[in-house]
């Protein structure tokens, strides 16, 4: 989308090449198009905005001329450009005083174009310079009233693209080709900035799967060995507790104790058995007792026999159905048997199966008991790790504990030393202002000095040994009070007072001596100037009298003009304007007409600028007082006189107009001005290029 894009912004294509090595390319801002920023709120007014930028809008914008002279230079343009550096740029923005007018003229319809655009502080001056002085108006009637407008006079463009310009031209119809290119703009903007904001958020993705690429994999690797081994020990699981052999044991375990109940009923059936043949053998025994007492025996029999019977009876529907169940019992032991003997069959297979599951069941176990042992091993060295970090760590806070006990050591002996270097300086202090009271006594009292070497040595006045020191002071006292008494008639600071007095004396005589010589050179630089003001006078007043002399004549042919010293020998008198017409000097400029006057004016004003010439002249209606030749003969000097000037010239005659190289007509008509440009060709003959 970006490229699709930029292919219908093609014109705004800037390309060159790094003029010096290390270029900072950011000292070029780029067009004036693609630095601006426009609301979508304002797309309606982006035509007007193109309209008034114009050919600006294709300006590049460069930090300053250096850049823009290397661009040029050596840049490889692939086209023409016009470069607009920021640093000499002259911005212009309508006063506040006419936007306050416009907005109250329009009523709120006219904005000035700057207000309208966004930018960046760095290229302000260059939007100033692009939209400082364009209205935007809503429609015709308002552009119409704002441009014209006395307090306003301001070039205001309509939002159709109607340009009203202050000096009366009027140029609107079709949009321009160029018609919505500042929202094609836009639009690339916004393409580019998602697609930067797309590019840092890839930049970002990409850094941090870098950073993750290798912790991913591994774990990737570790996750996918840890599925494998749990999904082949969830197999095994599932082989050996759902096989037939597992079943088949269940059975097994199931039959056994089965067997083991029958075989316990079968014993008790054999104990009742013995129970019943020891029953028939005390029947036997009674039998033969009855045979003794048949009466007593009989009854008994009977009764016994009845109850025997009944007994019986229940044994044995008791032992049918125990006779059934070892039926039952040595069937399905028999069919246990041949159930078994398959069962050991499957067995051994599921046995096989099994050895081989607890092979690899076994090199499983050796390959979790080596990675235990690794991780083991790794964890001890994690720990050694640690325990090092750890004893590194307390190494690290003794260093600290030591660096902070020596910095405060440090911070205590730099306290000694301050009180030491401020105890030197106390005392080099009291040295010095010792030196001194010693200087100034030794200065106020010289004797000082001439005794200085007497002092403490024997046999002189100054025997320090041999002083009474009590006496001494006693002797001070009474000097000192002496000295109180004659306070009140001798000022004692007299002699104070007339060494300062000195001193200002001496400093004044030097102030004196410095400012006599500063005169004597200002009077000599004087001198000096004077001497140049006098030669540059004279050079000038050779030059412009004589210009002044050839200019009147050729205004005024067969006449001249010079001008003189108002005083003999002495230009800095002044400078006097004398005319001769025909072969008499004139006395006074109040002998000549005002025609005449008027030419000894224009020619007096042309000398001067022809001594120091500009590159540009504007004059209003100079040939107002004379006549058609005279004004033929202004003309014919411009052209031949200041050939490398520029001539702005207000006239209502038609001498200035045939000399001229371009002319500007000027006419009101239907309420409106209508300019027409006429070129000078050299048949004479004008061509004409109207715009209304």
């Not at 019977?309 to 229940?314: I, V, W």
């Not at 004196?512 to 006098?534: A, P």
Request: glycine share 6%; aromatic share 4%; hydrophobic share 35%.
């Amino acid at each position: 989308k970006r490229d699709s894009v930029r292919q219908r912004l093609s014109n705004l294509d800037f390309s060159y090449s790094d003029p010096v090595p290390n270029f900072d390319r950011s000292k070029v801002k780029g067009l004036v198009a693609t630095l601006i920023n426009i609301d979508p709120s304002q797309y309606p007014k982006s035509t007007a905005l193109e309209i008034a930028a114009g050919g600006r809008l294709y300006n590049v914008v460069v930090e300053d001329e250096r850049v823009g002279e290397q661009l040029l230079q050596r840049g490889n343009l692939k086209k023409r450009v016009t470069l607009i550096p920021l640093n000499k740029i002259r911005a212009f923005a309508a006063s506040a005083q006419k936007l306050s007018t416009a907005s109250q003229v329009s009523r709120g319809k006219a904005q000035l174009a700057l207000q309208l655009v966004g930018y960046e502080p760095d290229v302000s001056n260059a939007m100033s310079y692009v939209f400082g002085d364009v209205l935007i108006c809503e429609d015709a009637e308002t552009a119409k009233a704002v441009t014209f407008h006395q307090q306003i006079n301001m070039k205001s463009v309509t939002i159709n693209g109607d340009v009203y310009d202050p000096s009366g031209t009027i140029s609107g119809g079709s949009a321009p080709q160029s018609s919505g290119i500042l929202i094609k703009v836009q639009e690339l903007k916004q393409v580019e900035g998602a697609l930067q904001d797309a590019k840092a958020l890839l930049q970002k993705l990409e850094q941090d799967e870098q950073r993750n690429s290798s912790l991913r994999s591994a774990w990737m690797t570790a996750k996918r060995e840890l599925e494998i081994k749990t999904h082949e020990l969830t197999l095994l699981e599932q082989q050996i507790g759902g096989g037939n052999a597992a079943r088949i044991k269940n059975d097994i375990i199931d039959l056994e104790k089965r067997l083991v109940e029958l075989r316990e009923s079968g014993q008790q059936a054999s104990e009742r058995r013995k129970e019943a043949e020891q029953e028939c053998k005390k029947l036997e025994k009674d039998m033969n007792e009855f045979k003794t007492n048949k009466d007593g025996k009989l009854k008994q029999l009977k009764a016994e026999v009845s109850q025997q019977k009944a007994e019986l009876h229940g044994l044995t529907v008791k032992l049918k159905e125990q006779q059934k169940a070892l039926q039952t019992a040595q069937m399905e032991l028999e069919q246990m048997q041949s159930d078994i003997e398959t069962s050991h069959a499957s067995s051994a297979e599921a046995l096989e199966a099994i050895k081989v599951h607890q092979s690899e069941l076994g090199k499983l176990t050796k390959a979790l008991d080596s990675a235990k042992t690794l991780h083991r091993e790794v964890s001890a060295q994690l720990q050694a790790e640690l325990a090092t970090l750890a004893r590194f760590d307390e190494e690290v806070k003794g260093l600290d504990t030591a660096i902070t006990r020596i910095k405060e050591a440090i911070t205590d002996l730099e306290v000694t030393i301050k009180k030491s270097e401020h105890e030197i300086q106390v005392a080099q202090k009291e040295k010095a202002s010792s030196e001194a009271h010693i200087g100034s006594l030794e200065k106020h009292h010289p004797w000082i000095q001439e005794d200085k070497r007497k002092f403490g040595k024997p046999g002189t006045a100054y025997d320090y040994d041999n002083v009474n020191i009590p006496q001494t002071k006693e002797k001070a006292k009474e000097l000192e009070e002496l000295q109180k008494g004659m306070k009140k008639k001798i000022n004692p600071k007299v002699m104070n007072m007339i060494d300062t007095v000195e001193k200002k004396e001496a400093e004044l005589k030097k102030n004196l001596l410095i400012v006599l010589g500063d005169k004597t050179k200002i009077e000599e630089t004087i001198d000096q100037l004077d001497v140049l003001k006098l030669e540059a006078l004279e050079k000038t007043w050779t030059k412009v009298s004589k210009d002044f002399g050839d200019i009147f004549g050729d205004l005024l042919p067969g006449n001249s003009a010079k001008l003189q010293y108002a005083e003999s020998g002495n230009i800095s008198a002044g400078l006097e304007v004398k005319v001769q017409l025909g072969s008499i000097w004139k006395q006074s400029l109040t002998e000549l007409s005002g025609g005449q006057r008027s030419l000894i004016a224009l020619s007096l004003i042309m000398s001067l600028l022809q001594f120091k010439p500009a590159p540009m002249y504007i004059l209003d209606e100079v040939d107002a007082a004379l006549d058609l030749s005279h004004t033929q003969h202004i003309g014919e000097l411009f052209r031949n006189r200041f050939k490398g000037s520029q001539f702005i010239v207000v006239s209502l005659k038609d001498g200035l107009f045939n000399n001229a190289n371009v002319l500007f007509r000027t006419k009101f008509r239907d309420g409106t001005s209508i300019v027409e440009r006429i070129t000078q060709r050299s048949g004479g003959a004008p061509a004409t290029n109207g715009r209304r």
